[in-house]
């Protein structure tokens, strides 16, 4: 009999003969007993025809016998001992093989840029943004999503190039989902676009197969996951936890959008809540924190960028959602800077750049503006080197910092 074909992509395993017709094992869920019995989800199809598809043991004697009778039941002629003998060694070997070591010299290059959506989401990798209740989180999310689907700038941005998204939720529900995208898509005076939705039952671990599956019927290749403590039946404080969801999104095998929560620790603008592995694992990290103003139907959003695997830490991005009578929700880009709250949380340079627009500042009216001491703001001015502040002495014979050139 002809060797099989044998190909693994993540976690699917397929054992497949072409002539003299089309016969395929697919293996996916394997688990290994405390035997060292291997099983999982088989199926098997006879060109267009399935005639097995049910949880089965591969790797006993026993376990393919009763297979192969089934088989030759089902569907007579093929030399089914055979064939599940030579499929299930293949699908043992190649389960414990695992994907096979590479020669990164033939790797492929990268395609496209780093980034689906610059500088908010990174390709090919998990990106986390993580904040406080309340701060528009999942809408903006789900305006994310509709860029990347669309190549439309929801987020004052385009993505690096489309890409089909399945916006999987633990959170709402789907008319809610379909609510917010309409209202986003008015907003922006652009057709709704179209959003593959899918409802978190399970922790991710128990999905991520049937996320997979989903994803590879859909054709999708991003994935929005809303959000991370809904998604997991760990303690969010243990690295396991944190271990187990990276490895599910790893399995999934696609670019993705974790939705985190902030904890309330005094650092807890620095990592999302729990183990510290939730920022490890995760390639780029966003904080969103939204300021008051005293207007219920506008939300300044600022993001903060906590860590970046992949190249610099990006500057504060700013956003404004406007949530108007009719129902519309805009939303536009804006200054960090523009809102006392928000800027406060920038770093000292930043702010004294921002101080310094309206003219010249001694060390001590820098240090008021920016809430900070004169000796801070004379070090930071100093490391600086001239790049960004110059010296300047007034007929007075005051020194004072102003802006370079």
């Not at 192969?68 to 043992?92: I, T």
């Not at 969801?245 to 809540?273: E, M, V, W, Y």
């Amino acid at each position: 009999m002809i060797a099989p074909t044998v190909t693994t992509a993540h976690g699917l395993h397929r054992v497949t003969w072409e002539d003299p017709e089309a016969i395929a094992f697919t293996f996916d869920m394997p688990r290994t007993g405390r035997d060292g019995g291997l099983s999982g989800e088989l199926r098997v199809t006879v060109g267009p025809d399935e005639v097995h598809h049910a949880f089965t043991t591969v790797s006993s004697v026993r376990g393919r016998q009763e297979l192969a009778g089934y088989l030759a039941k089902r569907c007579p002629g093929p030399d089914w001992p055979e064939l599940v003998d030579l499929a299930g060694r293949a699908l043992m070997g190649s389960v414990r093989a695992g994907e096979p070591a590479i020669d990164l010299r033939l790797a492929p290059r990268l395609e496209t840029g780093r980034y689906l959506l610059d500088p908010l989401i990174v390709d090919r990798h998990p990106t986390v943004w993580f904040g406080p209740g309340g701060s528009a989180k999942s809408l903006l999310a789900l305006a994310a999503a509709a860029s990347i689907e669309t190549g439309y700038p929801f987020l004052g941005s385009a993505p690096s190039h489309p890409a089909r998204v399945l916006y999987c939720d633990w959170e709402l529900d789907a008319a809610e989902h379909r609510d917010r995208l309409e209202r986003l898509a008015a907003g922006a005076n652009t057709p709704c676009p179209r959003m593959d939705y899918l409802r978190g039952e399970g922790p991710l671990w128990t999905e991520a197969d049937r996320i997979r599956r989903t994803a590879d019927r859909l054709g999708s290749a991003f994935l929005v996951v809303d959000s991370i403590s809904a998604a997991i039946d760990g303690p969010l404080e243990a690295a396991e936890t944190a271990v187990a969801f990276f490895n599910a999104l790893r399995r999934i095998g696609l670019p993705a959008l974790g939705i985190a929560h902030q904890t309330k620790a005094d650092s807890g603008d620095q990592a999302p809540f729990g183990s510290v592995m939730w920022r490890e694992r995760a390639r780029l990290v966003w904080y969103l924190r939204t300021a008051e103003n005293g207007d219920p139907n506008r939300m300044p959003v600022a993001f903060y960028c906590r860590k970046n695997n992949i190249g610099a830490l990006a500057q504060a991005q700013g956003m404004t959602l406007t949530f108007e009578d009719d129902g519309l929700i805009r939303i536009a880009r804006s200054d960090v800077a523009d809102s006392a709250d928000l800027a406060g949380r920038l770093p000292l340079r930043v702010r004294l750049r921002t101080a310094l627009r309206g003219g010249a500042l001694t060390y001590a009216e820098l240090a008021e503006a920016c809430e900070s001491d004169p000796e801070t703001v004379r070090k930071t001015i100093q490391r600086d080197g001239g790049k960004a502040f110059v010296r300047l002495v007034g007929p007075d014979g005051i020194t004072r910092w102003g802006l370079a050139a």
